[in-house]
């Protein structure tokens, strides 16, 4: 739910109610497959990546541990993304002790991505939850890009992976708009993001059929031409 200092538009207040009245058909459907259901509403955080969702989110696991995360001076810093490797190693000894506290799954509708967080990461990689991160959503969604032949979806996105990690140099073509772009990925494997979410631990975007890789800095060269931003077309100028 947007927080009071955030400033939207009547389109976007729109979607956003879309967006929640989503998330509330999803745990009411989850019912009928699952005993336990937790349905959580929290502030936007205001951008992507913010820690402080968390607190809601990780349930039992999160507040049951954040007073000793406080204890030892680890929970601010966490938060801020400021803690140095080796608080981060000793905020996840205190989560691993609690982990049987921790949800299964946690299926992430909503308006700021939190893939990017060291909550998902925890619950994720020490916790063995199963997480699926789902910003932006929208209702179309359900019967186009979440329509598909998951399995197939799936053998075609790992095969683009290895097409992609044979390359020294990726190249997007001139398009209509005269884009051209070439960047180096030399030393960085490009990674698979299926949407097969059925192991323990297992973490993806959905909708999924991509292929991501961090390209080497200092590399990309061209003219890239960005038509739409994640809720909205661009205007030209």
């Given at each position: 739910m947007p927080t009071p200092s955030e400033t939207i538009d009547a389109h976007d207040s729109c979607r956003r109610d879309g967006l929640r009245y989503i998330a509330m058909l999803t745990a009411e459907v989850g019912r009928s497959y699952t005993k336990k259901i937790l349905y959580k509403e929290f502030p936007a955080p205001g951008s992507h990546g913010t820690e402080a969702a968390g607190r809601t989110l990780g349930n039992r696991l999160w507040k049951e541990n954040y007073r000793e995360l406080k204890k030892k001076r680890l929970a601010c810093t966490l938060l801020k993304k400021e803690l140095p490797d080796s608080g981060i190693k000793e905020a996840e000894e205190v989560l691993r002790s609690a982990k049987s506290e921790s949800v299964n799954a946690v299926i992430a509708l909503s308006n700021y991505s939190t893939s990017h967080t060291r909550f998902r990461d925890f619950l994720t990689r020490i916790c063995g939850c199963r997480y699926a991160s789902m910003p932006l959503f929208d209702v179309s969604m359900f019967e186009g890009s979440m329509h598909v032949d998951w399995k197939a979806l799936a053998k075609r996105t790992h095969a683009l992976e290895t097409i992609v990690n044979t390359a020294e140099y990726v190249e997007i073509?001139?398009?209509?708009?005269?884009?051209?772009?070439?960047?180096?990925?030399?030393?960085?494997?490009?990674?698979?993001?299926?949407?097969?979410?059925?192991?323990?631990?297992?973490?993806?975007?959905?909708?999924?059929?991509?292929?991501?890789?961090?390209?080497l800095e200092g590399t990309a060269d061209g003219k890239l031409v960005l038509q739409w931003a994640p809720t909205r077309e661009l205007e030209e100028r």
């Open positions: 073509a001139t398009t209509q708009r005269h884009a051209y772009f070439v960047l180096s990925k030399r030393g960085r494997r490009a990674l698979s993001d299926t949407g097969v979410l059925t192991k323990k631990g297992s973490f993806g975007n959905l909708p999924a059929g991509e292929v991501f890789v961090a390209p």
